[in-house]
């Protein structure tokens, strides 16, 4: 994975109940592998990159403690084509197309700095209730 050949680690403590989302496991794990790449992305100078996720009630952060997001390029990261990455290193089309995955489900993927540096990526989706499934 991409994470071991990063040198990176993943800095997470499940919630203490099961906690449920409209959406789709498969498009929801896109989202979530693409805010944890560009994490990494993000980190590529460091020596033990951390992406730190945490779940609060339905919203999932993703947080990396790269050098932040340009205050002027908040407005346009989810613009399709838009990139911060260098030539050759990405289409810019991963965070508008998770961006539109979350508003599929009725949620919303927010970016901003974090106070403490990096930046954080934030998903947050609609409550739903488990699925009952009947006894076979």
Do not use: C
């Amino acid at each position: 994975m991409r994470l071991a050949s990063a040198g990176g680690r993943i800095a997470y403590t499940p919630p203490k109940a099961e906690i449920w989302v409209t959406g789709g496991h498969v498009r929801l794990q896109q989202v979530i592998v693409n805010l944890i790449n560009n994490a990494l992305d993000a980190m590529e100078d460091q020596q033990d990159p951390v992406v730190t996720l945490e779940v609060e009630n339905t919203t999932l952060h993703v947080r990396d403690t790269g050098a932040g997001i340009e205050p002027a390029k908040v407005a346009n990261i989810f613009d399709p084509f838009f990139t911060t990455k260098a030539p050759g290193k990405g289409l810019g089309l991963g965070l508008s197309i998770s961006y539109n995955i979350v508003r599929d489900f009725g949620g919303t993927l927010s970016a901003a700095n974090h106070p403490d540096g990096g930046a954080i990526f934030s998903v947050t989706l609609q409550p739903a209730s488990p699925i009952e499934v009947a006894a076979q």
